[in-house]
């Protein structure tokens, strides 16, 4: 038994170059166990996508969210005081872990339905009825557990646990992307969607890092895209591929400070270890969130955010469905076939799938 364990560690490695080494092994996109362990081992020691502050709102209010549903599935309250102030809190009572929030209130004190328990906006214990004569009470746990709470310019994110600092984590994206005009993007809901694919996350994004595909899957972006100078940069928390455009297509106009100016630059496709996706496009964002439901099962939310509706033109949220159905068929063809008890793993293209070859790594030495 002991050889075994050593075999399967042996199989599920990813060596450092990506010349000599195996893709994840098929085992890894089909294991219940597998699928699990990266719940706790992944995904609560991640930062993860929670909404933008424009859709918070600048009233007092609390909401009720939740960190990855259906996954993690952390009920949490977004609570914006009087004083502008934001927190991210449990939204599990301390007393005997009821809900406390099933909707949004604008109320001055968030109360337990349960037993009367009473927090402030900011989490702090007020009042519990009942609890009169206890010793050592309320102390600290008894207020509510606070989650860090990190913006993107207006795009906020949290995490349980998260392993990486969020200065680290966004400083790449953030130095590329400063010059464009986020603060003034607001989500189309319209153009916004969410997919189900028979897939697991983990297939959904190595298709998404890597362009080999794209002239034999996707035939209108690849007439919009010069593949021919493909381009993937890798940074510590992730990696942005480049889209550079074919002649006649909109580009992002760059200041000359900026280290791609003179290029033209149709899109910068940004992934965050370990599921998250900003795109980046001259019209505006769309902010790709992968959501693991099951080993063979996720959830994709796609969300839009326009900046500048008249230079949407032919590169639009509706070409973006087209190609994300496109991807859908691939990858679900992928999980059918990752089955096989004759295939058993891969090699790398290792011009193009350097940051496929980059998240097997992040994902294994996780795991």
Same mark, same amino acid.
């Given at each position: 038994m002991p050889s075994q364990k050593i075999q399967e560690r042996a199989d599920i490695e990813i060596a450092e170059d990506i010349t000599r080494s195996g893709t994840l092994p098929a085992t890894f996109y089909r294991d219940p166990q597998i699928f699990e362990q990266q719940k706790e081992k992944v995904f609560a020691k991640s930062w993860q996508y929670l909404t933008d502050l424009k859709s918070v709102?600048?009233?007092?209010?609390?909401?009720?969210?939740?960190?990855?549903?259906?996954?993690?599935s952390e009920p949490v309250i977004l609570s914006r005081e009087e004083s502008g102030d934001l927190h991210l809190l449990s939204n599990v009572c301390t007393h005997r872990g009821s809900i406390l929030l099933e909707e949004k209130k604008h109320l001055s004190r968030i109360s337990c339905r349960y037993h009367g328990r009473c927090f402030s906006t900011c989490g702090k214990y007020v009042s519990a009825p009942g609890f009169e004569g206890a010793h050592d009470f309320p102390s600290e746990k008894d207020d509510l557990p606070t989650l860090a709470l990190e913006r993107f310019d207006?795009?906020?994110?949290?995490?349980?646990?998260?392993?990486?600092?969020?200065?680290? !984590?966004?400083? %790449?994206? *953030? &130095?590329?992307?400063?010059?464009?005009?986020?603060?003034?993007? @607001? +989500?189309? =809901?319209d153009n916004s969607r969410e997919y189900l694919v028979n897939a697991n996350w983990a297939l959904y994004?190595?298709?998404?890092?890597?362009?080999?595909?794209?002239? !034999?899957?996707? %035939?209108? *972006? &690849?007439?919009?895209?010069?593949?021919?100078?493909?381009?993937? @940069? +890798?940074? =510590?928390?992730?990696?942005?591929q480049i889209g550079i455009a074919t002649?006649?297509?909109?580009?992002?106009?760059?200041?000359?400070?900026?280290?791609?100016?003179?290029r033209k630059i149709a899109a910068y496709y940004y992934w965050l270890f370990p599921n998250t996706m900003f795109n980046f496009y001259p019209w505006g964002i769309s902010v790709n969130v992968i959501e693991p439901l099951a080993v063979d099962r996720t959830r994709v939310r796609f969300l839009t955010y326009v900046y500048d509706r008249s230079r949407m033109g032919s590169y639009s949220p509706e070409s973006i469905n087209i190609t994300e159905l496109e991807d859908e068929a691939v990858v679900e063809a992928v999980q059918k076939g990752v089955r096989s008890r004759l295939y058993k793993r891969g090699r790398y293209a290792?011009?193009?799938?350097?940051?496929?070859?980059?998240?097997?790594?992040?994902?294994?030495?996780?795991?």
């Open positions: 709102g600048e009233n007092a209010i609390q909401i009720p969210m939740t960190i990855l549903p259906d996954s993690l207006q795009f906020l994110f949290s995490g349980i646990y998260p392993e990486l600092s969020f200065e680290d !984590f966004i400083k %790449p994206m *953030l &130095a590329r992307t400063g010059f464009l005009p986020l603060a003034d993007a @607001e +989500l189309d =809901s994004v190595d298709n998404y890092l890597e362009g080999l595909h794209i002239p !034999f899957v996707h %035939p209108a *972006l &690849a007439s919009m895209l010069d593949t021919k100078d493909y381009q993937t @940069e +890798l940074f =510590s928390s992730g990696n942005v002649d006649g297509d909109d580009a992002f106009e760059i200041p000359e400070s900026h280290p791609d100016s003179g290792p011009q193009w799938e350097r940051g496929v070859h980059q998240f097997h790594r992040m994902l294994t030495d996780r795991l």
